[in-house]
């Protein structure tokens, strides 16, 4: 409990370091969730990102082939350097995380743990885990809907 405390006032100083606030609590279609992509242009929707690709129909693929590898090459430098280490380590982090919303069910012990959309339904924070729920089959998600005051 400790420790759903803290993650859910760390994500609160995160929300306001950002200059927004916290509207409400609530469950939103997958559909209806718009995903930024690094490059200021939007995925059609959540199924169509390299995320949910990786996890729902390349995972017995060589790494390097998938197109979350060469999604990641064609950002490199962006907003981040993205070494071949690191690659690989986020696509470890998505699949772990995955592992454990099949194996334990997703929990909402904190706000922390929604999926965190403005009001026009851009997604702010949350994408591995916005895939991972689209990867299992999720209609509505649950979201904290923010807004800058």
């Known amino acids: 409990m400790f420790v759903d405390l803290r993650r859910s006032v760390a994500f609160r100083r995160k ?21 930024p992509r690094p490059t200021g242009e939007m995925w059609q929707n959540e199924l169509a990102t ?3 690709h990786l996890l ?7 790494f390097r082939e998938t197109a979350y590898w ?3 090459l064609s950002i ?17 982090r998505l699949k772990r995380l995955h592992r454990e919303i099949q194996a334990n069910g997703y929990r909402l012990r904190s706000v922390a743990d929604r999926i965190a959309i403005t009001e026009d339904g851009l997604l702010w924070d949350g ?12 209609v509505l ?3 904290v809907v923010m807004r800058r005051p």
């Open 70 to 72: 060469r999604w990641q």
């Open 141 to 143: 998600v649950p979201v």
């Open 15 to 35: 929300v306001r370091a950002a200059g927004l606030r916290i509207v409400r609590k609530d469950w939103w279609p997958m559909e209806s969730i718009r995903v």
């Open 76 to 92: 490199r430098g962006i907003d981040h350097p993205r070494p071949d280490e690191w690659i690989e380590a986020m696509a470890m």
């Open 56 to 62: 729902a129909y390349e995972s017995e693929m060589p």
């Open 127 to 138: 994408g591995h885990r916005l895939a991972c729920l689209a990867a299992e089959g999720w």
């Open 50 to 52: 390299p995320h949910y």
